[in-house]
């Protein structure tokens, strides 16, 4: 098979993974200036699904797309750094404030512009923790959508096979390319970085960042084209404003506050092995415990 | 998210040593590369900053994988299966994470797929890895190999071999035989030219051999029919694929449990020669073991400082007598002692590196064009102290490692002694660095020709002479009389050797002069250090204090022994 041009969404977020004090700002909203920004780790699942893609099948191109301020060009080189090949920054104040229906426009709107056989996103990001930008992308771009993705079987004759991790078990499903994945954390976590691939794409850079860079590597830009991170805007994706930023938003947020949880139903443990386990399994996964 | 690069601060310190603009110069060629491959660096900034980042990717895959996979690794173990190495889960995922991020053959010529990194970045990934797991260090470590066949192998062997371990390829050097450990020149494994096949047959057993069942081996043997030393033995390359040897056993080990250490047996394997014959032990081996020492002296300071922070945890959070432990004076002096240890050794690792990557990126040069006067003169600085301080080094960072892991342990009380921390992989880790790839006494033996040729003494002048912050003149004049008594301790020693002509004399007192010499060393590389970074202003004055009462005691041991005395000693 013919190699596949796959676009991956990727989202630059607070890491909220190692929560400090200083996390959470008096008026309950979260302080993005205490928690460093990270590669949301889902996406990061979801990269790693697509270079297999491209490891399998040669030709393949990975091309990541990522909406949000300049600072997010770090999210393409993060990327780049794993095997990516490229990728676009949409970034525009008009998208400031969009809730998840109004990025989804956005995002839809860029990928129309971008040439793909197949889409793939992290399940979720954790600062929003919805998990509905991936399938509004896939609604709004009329594609078939297959969620809790945690390994791509094949792809053959255009139709690709997927194994879904859900509650109980899991899911084999086909479905036609062009489609949108996404990808759960239970999927094997994404490859580091590669040295050769980092000392090639450290220089890559936004316009905007190549503008405000200290030192200079104009003349190296002009030299290697594919250094050049672009930059989409409202008007290069034609999105019409008025689906963006806050009046594009129906979501409402109409007060915030600390919940305290209370457990709901109980669980009785057992003092034998298979128990322990579990109860360890939960301690580490809520952190309580690593 | 552990970075094991990022939460030490002196990788970067030393990374940023001055040297390295020189270093970089002369590795890069005028940036020659820049043209032919996308990742060359451009300038000297962005060099740095390669080694910078890459070293963070180092960082994170030690922090993220290599660390947390160190205690299945040494519960597992590797074992054989049909005359074949089967590593521990761990180890195989550890490997393959540092092939796929690019990190084999980091110190190769782009030309073959490597990175071309000075020894200085290099080294420092050594480092890191031996603080995630000493015992995998030396499987990643043995890519020491391909630089071994990078300096002295033909053209055609380079090409075949060196682009393999880019892609994941793992090395072996096959030396030691049941009865040729320290002793090399007694190496039986045989060697023979088969006209009618064209190529060199290896036949007979290596021992003691780390990661024995690699993809690629360097085999030292004797090629030479009827001789019996050093002069007869050729090294040869030998590539698994070609079949012909098998694993016998591994052994069972003490520490660094998950680097298979195999007994091989060759049966006409085929194999071809590196360089000229006769010259595999006295040139390639020599350089293969001064690559080896600079090693252990990189997995040393790893394990040490790995030690270190588990002591300095425990003491923090073990409280007794209704306090953290760690403010008791019995504690804090431990840890305190064990931290300038680190310091100490991790300077003067990274000196020799430097001194090794000046003259060694002279001497790839002098294969390009024809060096200058000024140039053949630096190589011959750089090299004869090199070969005094890579001794130095593997004595000194060796003993502190196994030192600092024990007081480690120490603090940890019972609980280091149980299987529940990670203190009691990490201290017998730490016993083998002392003894391989030359015991301490063996460094000893080499380190030596620096106090009675006086390179050291001139080097330690040399130091007296550096600009150092006026407000640690306190600490220099310290120095200097701990050079003179230095000085004064050579003298009565030689004195009586040439004397009576008795070797075992200066043999008896070698490590005794040779540890005063390093102790100087180290804090006068501790003192240059605090005209970057003042939080050394405090390494060197703690340094210094146990340096004089070290240098103290040999002295004393010195002036109140006469040859007469040696005889209560003799077995």
Redesign the interface.
């Known amino acids: 098979m013919k190699g596949l041009k796959i676009i991956v969404l990727a989202k630059q977020v607070p890491d909220t993974r190692n929560v400090g004090k200083d996390a959470m700002k008096a008026d309950g909203t979260v302080n993005r200036a205490a928690l460093p920004a990270i590669f949301n780790p889902e996406d990061l699942n979801a990269l790693e699904q697509a270079l297999r893609i491209k490891d399998t099948y040669p030709g393949t191109t990975v091309t990541l797309l990522t909406m949000g301020p300049g600072r997010a060009a770090e999210i393409i080189r993060e990327g780049m750094y794993r095997g990516a090949d490229n990728g676009y920054l949409l970034t525009d104040r008009a998208f400031a404030g969009s809730d998840t229906l109004a990025t989804s426009y956005a995002i839809s709107c860029a990928i129309k512009k971008i040439d793909f056989d197949l889409i793939i996103a992290g399940r979720q990001a954790i600062d929003g923790d919805t998990a509905q930008v991936g399938p509004q992308v896939a609604e709004k771009l009329g594609l078939p959508q297959i969620t809790y993705a945690e390994h791509i079987n094949k792809i053959v004759k255009n139709r690709i096979t997927i194994q879904r991790r859900l509650e109980r078990g899991i899911e084999t499903v086909t479905a036609p390319l062009p489609c949108l994945i996404t990808v759960n954390a239970t999927a094997p976590e994404c490859r580091p970085r590669n040295a050769k691939q980092l000392m090639k794409f450290k220089h890559a850079k936004t316009v905007t960042e190549l503008q405000s860079a200290v030192e200079d590597y104009y003349k190296l830009h002009e030299d290697r084209p594919y250094l050049r991170i672009p930059e989409l805007s409202v008007i290069d994706v034609a999105a019409d404003t008025n689906w963006l930023g806050l009046a594009g938003s129906p979501t409402k947020v109409k007060a915030i506050e600390n919940v305290v949880f209370v457990a709901k139903d109980a669980k009785q443990l057992t003092a034998d092995q298979k128990d322990l386990d579990w109860l360890m399994g939960e301690l580490v996964a809520n952190h309580t415990l690593g | 998210?552990a970075n094991f690069y990022l939460d030490n601060k002196d990788l970067k310190f030393h990374l940023d040593h001055p040297l390295m603009k020189k270093i970089i110069a002369l590795k890069e060629n005028n940036f020659v590369d820049k043209d032919k491959f996308?990742?060359?660096?451009?300038d000297f900034?962005d060099a740095l900053?390669?080694y910078d980042?890459?070293l963070e990717?180092v960082g994170?895959?030690c922090g993220?994988?290599i660390g947390p996979n160190a205690e299945s690794v040494d519960h597992e173990g590797p074992e054989v299966i049909d005359g074949r190495v089967k590593y521990a889960r761990g180890t195989q995922e550890n490997h393959e994470?540092l092939a796929?991020?690019?990190?084999i053959g980091?110190s190769l010529p782009r030309q073959y797929g490597g990175?071309n990194f000075s020894m200085v970045p290099y080294v420092m990934a050594a480092e890191l890895v031996s603080r995630a797991d000493a015992g995998f260090a030396n499987i990643w470590g043995l890519q020491d190999c391909a630089e071994t066949l990078n300096e002295f192998a033909s053209a055609d062997l380079k090409n075949d071999f060196l682009p393999r371990f880019h892609q994941g390829a793992t090395a072996a050097m096959d030396l030691t035989e049941p009865d040729a450990g320290s002793d090399l020149q007694a190496v039986m494994l045989k060697a023979t030219y088969d006209e009618k096949r064209g190529e060199w047959m290896l036949n007979g057993v290596k021992r003691f051999i780390t990661n024995g069942d690699a993809d690629v081996s360097l085999v030292l043997a004797r090629s030479e029919d009827g001789t019996t030393d050093g002069r007869g033995l050729s090294l040869f390359v030998y590539d698994k694929a070609h079949g012909g040897m098998t694993v016998r056993r591994i052994e069972n080990k003490l520490g660094i449990k998950g680097s298979p250490t195999c007994e091989l047996v060759f049966k006409n394997a085929p194999a071809k020669l590196v360089g000229d014959r006769k010259l595999g032990l006295i040139k390639y081996v020599m350089s293969l073991m001064n690559g080896a020492r600079l090693g252990v002296g990189a997995q040393s300071v790893g394990i040490a400082e790995a030690a270190y922070r588990e002591g300095l945890a425990y003491a923090k959070e073990r409280a007794q007598f209704g306090k953290a432990i760690i403010h008791f004076p019995a504690v804090y002096e431990m840890l305190t002692d064990m931290e300038v240890k680190v310091k100490a050794s991790r300077s003067l690792l990274y000196e020799t590196t430097r001194l090794v990557d000046v003259y060694k990126a002279y001497s790839h040069l002098s294969t390009e064009r024809t060096l200058d006067k000024v140039e053949r003169e630096e190589l011959k600085t750089y090299q004869r102290l090199a070969d005094v301080y890579t001794p130095l080094l593997k004595l000194f960072a060796s003993e502190y490692c196994n030192q600092v892991a024990y007081d480690s342990l120490q603090i940890h009380g019972g609980s280091g002694y149980m299987k529940d921390y990670p203190i009691e992989r990490i201290y017998r880790d730490a016993r083998i660095t002392n003894i391989y790839e030359g015991t301490s006494q063996l460094q000893v033996v080499a380190a030596i020709r620096g106090v009675t040729t006086g390179v050291y003494l001139k080097q330690l002048r040399d130091y007296e002479a550096q600009e150092i912050r006026p407000d640690l003149d306190f600490i220099r004049r310290d120095l200097i009389e701990m050079t003179d008594q230095y000085e004064m301790a050579v003298n009565l020693v030689t004195e009586v050797n040439g004397k009576e002509e008795n070797n075992d004399y200066l043999d008896f007192h070698a490590r005794r002069l040779v540890e005063m010499a390093g102790h100087i060393i180290m804090v006068y590389l501790l003192l240059n250090d605090t005209m970057r970074d003042a939080e050394y202003e405090k390494y060197a004055e703690l340094m210094v204090r146990t340096a004089k009462a070290e240098n103290q005691k040999r002295m004393y041991y010195i002036q109140n022994f006469e040859l007469k005395n040696l005889g209560m000693y003799k077995k």
């Not at chain 2, 996308?38 to 451009?42: L, N, R, S, W």
């Open positions: 998210m996308e990742y060359a660096p451009v900034e900053d390669s980042k890459v990717i994170d895959i993220e994988i994470a796929n991020a690019g990190l980091m990175l």
